[in-house]
């Protein structure tokens, strides 16, 4: 009895054999721990590009020769001062000083006049400010000015003394009471009698307790007080 064989088993046979055999160098044959899928790995990428060259290094930095002059005054200020300075020479040195730079200054304070302006108005220049309109003439009014009317002042600062004949100092009470004695004294000196410890009143005293006393004058005060305070209450009503 004869063995069957598959077809397709004898054929996926064959290729695999044919595959071995292309891929497999000569000389190489397959351990146990070998297998096909280790056999048939994919191909590794391609390595990077190398990286590009590095900058250059900057050129040394050359420091230009400095002047002997300099030099000198740098080691002047570095060395520590072993004299005092000489006023005088420093204030010469200060007074000397150092001419400056010729400034060419834009000055727009000062209008420009072109030639063929000053030529149509007959070697003159005339601004806008000059032309003769309504406006220009108004601002000539505004800048001349205008003479005000005299104008009445209701100032209340001063106090208005019309009708007071004078004003009194008002009596201290020692002199009430030199007052009040005195007029005891006259009362007593008709009938001869001096009261003592009391001085007699001069007459020229006596005329001004008389014109003191006036009944008329005080009515006059009161009278004009009044007048004074009319005035006042007015004018707040007023305001």
Do not use: Y
Request: glycine fraction near 2%; charge should be positive; charged fraction near 35%.
């Amino acid at each position: 009895m004869k063995n069957w064989r598959d077809p397709l088993h004898e054929r996926v046979k064959e290729n695999i054999d044919k595959t071995l055999a292309n891929e497999i160098p000569k000389g190489h044959t397959l351990t146990k721990n070998e297998s096909l899928r280790s056999l048939l790995k994919p191909t590794p990428p391609p390595m990077p590009p190398p990286l590009p060259p590095k900058m250059p290094p900057p050129p040394e930095f050359k420091k230009s020769p400095l002047d002997p002059t300099k030099l000198k005054k740098i080691e002047s200020l570095r060395s520590r001062p072993r004299k005092r300075p000489d006023w005088s020479d420093m204030m010469k040195e200060v007074e000397q000083g150092r001419k400056l730079k010729h400034v060419v200054c834009n000055d727009r304070s000062s209008p420009i006049i072109t030639r063929s302006a000053v030529v149509k108005n007959k070697g003159q220049f005339i601004f806008e400010s000059e032309k003769p309109n309504s406006h220009n003439e108004l601002l000539k009014e505004i800048s001349k000015g205008i003479r005000l009317k005299k104008v009445k002042c209701n100032d209340r600062s001063k106090p208005n003394l019309e009708g007071l004949r004078k004003f009194r100092r008002q009596m201290t009470i020692e002199e009430q009471v030199q007052k009040s004695m005195s007029q005891a004294n006259l009362a007593a000196s008709p009938s001869g009698i001096i009261v003592p410890g009391v001085t007699e009143v001069p007459a020229a005293e006596e005329e001004d307790i008389d014109e003191m006393d006036d009944i008329d004058k005080v009515r006059d005060d009161l009278q004009s007080t009044k007048q004074l305070l009319a005035i006042e209450l007015r004018n707040k009503e007023v305001q």
